[in-house]
């Protein structure tokens, strides 16, 4: 396997994806007012005679990405089933996929899910989340290199989603109408099954507590809303084997939808995340990066006759921080690991209707950004001054994908 010269690539390459896993967690996993109000206008679009709604998509995906001179491919073939009534909405998907990085080549499944959506009210909407484990289910240190050798969250992988265990949920989330003001209380209460006796790695949440505020309005036709999270988990560390680093992580969001023309719509959404209490004392051994994550994302709705062009772009940028002290009363060595990388990416897809209930959805992106990071060793040792070096390097990152999606509607 050809490995990266530097060792403080290398140990970045082998936590990037556990990292990448639990940031992307702290956004995908919340229930936003803009998917409150996407579920209200999907169940009110269902008018008498009541009837359930189908949708079925089948998508195919290819990415490539280099990070120096480290490429990886990703071929992935998401498959999403949802029916949908008058007051709810059920959702099934999964997601087989083959990674490669130089020398090592993964074939699995992004955890299988179940959700249902049950509408209270306008407003209120009670979900209940199913899902499997991953396969794998864990990673030894290889397929974890292998995985982290893009780096860094900033990169758009299914593979960040290997080695989590099965998982079930209860979200809540409740609308407060005041004046020309809503605001929105959410609460979230999510167990991961926890592994058996392992020598390898996975990522392992245990029990997740979610609590949320958020705001919206209007300001003519244009809808404005932030809101703000706090997400504490509580997991045993495995022995060492566990990737998760403990603690919680709280996230800033806003949004902002406009109206472009007569049927145009213009979405832009940001978010800021932090972790908290994210030092463990039971995994002395354990170098695990954690630090700040944000980004800033646009789309574009833009019906030209029959067809809908949807371009987009985001903006990504994270940095993490990991100190580790081993040794004993003789000597005592110090490691510290710090690094940054950002990501500008963007994407133009275009919806054709076939007839019939089917559309056919090409897409097609690319992004460009740069990776740095800084590694120290320190050793101490009983009365002489330390001995300590340090390496630091940048990479730059681009990469390219397309996707395709089969859409039926019945």
């Known amino acids: 396997m050809r490995r990266r010269p530097h060792l403080a690539v290398a140990v970045l390459a082998l936590l990037g994806a556990p990292l990448g896993a639990q940031q992307r967690d ?145 979200r809540g989330a409740f609308a407060f109408p005041t004046g020309d003001v809503v605001l929105n209380v959410r609460l979230a209460v999510e167990q991961q099954r926890q592994p058996t006796v392992t020598t390898r790695d996975v990522f392992y949440r245990g029990t997740t507590v979610r609590g ?72 002395p051994n354990r170098l695990i990066p954690i630090g700040d994550f944000a980004g800033v994302f646009g789309t574009l709705s833009l019906p030209a006759g029959p067809v809908i062009l949807l371009p987009s772009a985001q903006l990504l940028r994270e940095s993490s921080s990991a100190t580790v002290r081993q040794g004993g009363p003789i000597a005592v060595t110090t490691s510290n690991f710090s690094g940054q990388g950002w990501s500008l990416g963007g994407s133009l897809a275009v919806e054709l209707p076939i007839g019939g209930g089917l559309s056919l959805t090409p897409e097609v992106g690319a992004l460009v950004g740069r990776i740095s990071q800084t590694f120290t060793t320190a050793v101490q040792r009983r009365g002489r001054p330390p001995v300590g070096r340090a390496q630091t390097i940048g990479e730059r990152s681009t990469g390219a994908w397309a996707a395709l999606e089969l859409a039926i509607r019945f």
């Not at 084997?241 to 406009?258: K, M, Q, S, V, W």
């Open 26 to 170: 702290s956004v995908a996993a919340r229930i936003t007012q803009a998917e409150i109000d996407s579920i209200d206008a999907l169940l009110d679009s269902v008018l008498p005679p009541a009837r359930v709604r189908h949708r079925l998509s089948l998508q195919g995906i290819g990415r490539q990405y280099d990070v120096g001179t480290t490429r990886v491919t990703e071929i992935a073939s998401p498959i999403t089933y949802s029916a949908t009534g008058t007051r709810w909405r059920l959702r099934l998907a999964g997601a087989p996929l083959r990674y490669e990085a130089p020398g090592r080549r993964l074939d699995g499944t992004t955890p299988i899910s179940g959700r249902f959506d049950w509408r209270l009210r306008p407003g209120d909407t009670l979900t209940v989340l199913v899902q499997s484990a991953s396969r794998p289910a864990q990673l030894d240190s290889l397929d974890a290199l292998a995985i982290g050798a893009a780096g860094t969250s900033t990169l758009d992988l299914l593979a960040f989603g290997l080695a989590l265990p099965a998982q079930a949920a209860v």
């Open 212 to 283: 949320g505020l958020g705001v919206w309005g209007y300001s003519g036709r244009t809808r404005l809303g932030a809101g703000l999270e706090v997400a504490r988990s509580w997991a045993d560390s495995l022995g060492g084997r566990n990737l998760f680093p403990g603690g919680g992580i709280f996230t800033l969001d806003a949004l902002l939808e406009t109206p472009v023309g007569d049927e145009g719509l213009l979405n832009l959404s940001g978010f800021y995340s932090r972790p908290f209490d994210n030092v463990r004392n039971d995994q």
